[in-house]
């Protein structure tokens, strides 16, 4: 925990909890390696293209549409990639793993009676192969997907459009995520209690914001 993560917020101030799921509650390991390893190896293998290069030119096709609802639409990338994508992510299921601390962190939340919601762009097909295979499920109250809003979180339009979907007060709601522009788009839009997770991946070096309370794991949140 940075230093000014120190009491970053009093529970007395909290209903509401909003928890990101790719790099916050589960280890974003699982989605680095399928989007720049095993889809490239995939569709290079198809292809017959050279893998040094096919992994240049996807990662620059993923950038093209960095921050955009584009990015979590699997079917999107089926059609584009000419793979199918869905089932590609089921094959390597076996690497998605939840992160340390977060069922003791849904613990104490539910104890001290807080709402936990499940806020991601995650798209609802990869949402399926996740939760089939971590039951984490039934803790939420409710489970949004950017999907549903029609804008990716990174987006104003997200924050400013989720009240149709879900009534929160924003400054009695806590929001926990692993992407500083999208705690950015929070931000403006208004919520309060904004936590960024600074290692989202187990296999990569903690990266800690210099912009909000940033912890490495859920730890420094049970208290
Ligand atoms: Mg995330």
């Given amino acids: 925990m940075t230093k000014q993560c120190i009491q970053p917020f009093s529970w007395e101030n909290i209903d509401r ?3 990101d799921l790719d790099g916050t509650l589960l280890d974003k390991y699982y989605d680095d390696y399928f989007w720049e390893d095993y889809v490239v190896q995939t569709y290079s293998n ?3 293209v050279e893998p040094k290069s096919c992994r240049e030119l996807m990662l620059a096709t993923y950038k093209s549409v960095e921050n955009t609802l584009q990015w979590t639409d699997l079917d999107y990338w089926s059609e584009r990639l000419g793979l199918d994508i869905a089932a590609l992510k089921k094959e390597i299921s076996h690497l998605i793993n939840i992160h340390p601390h977060v069922l003791d962190f849904f613990d104490l939340a539910k104890k001290r009676g807080k709402k936990l919601y499940l806020v991601t762009n995650a798209h609802p097909k990869t949402l399926a192969v996740k939760l089939g295979k971590i039951k984490i499920t039934d803790v939420f109250t409710k489970i949004i997907c950017s999907q549903d809003v029609g ?11 989720l009240p149709d979907i879900q009534t929160f007060d924003k400054n009695r709601t806590l929001f926990v995520d692993d992407t500083e522009k999208v705690l950015d788009a929070a931000k403006e839009y208004g919520i309060k209690h904004l936590i960024h997770i600074a290692k989202p991946s187990s296999k990569l070096a903690p990266i800690f914001s210099r912009h909000y309370p940033s912890v490495k794991n859920f730890k420094p949140l049970i208290f």
Avoid: D, G, P, R
């Fill in 17 to 19: 909890i909003f928890l």
């Fill in 46 to 48: 198809k292809n017959q």
């Fill in 151 to 161: 804008f990716a979180k990174e987006q104003l339009e997200f924050w400013s459009k």
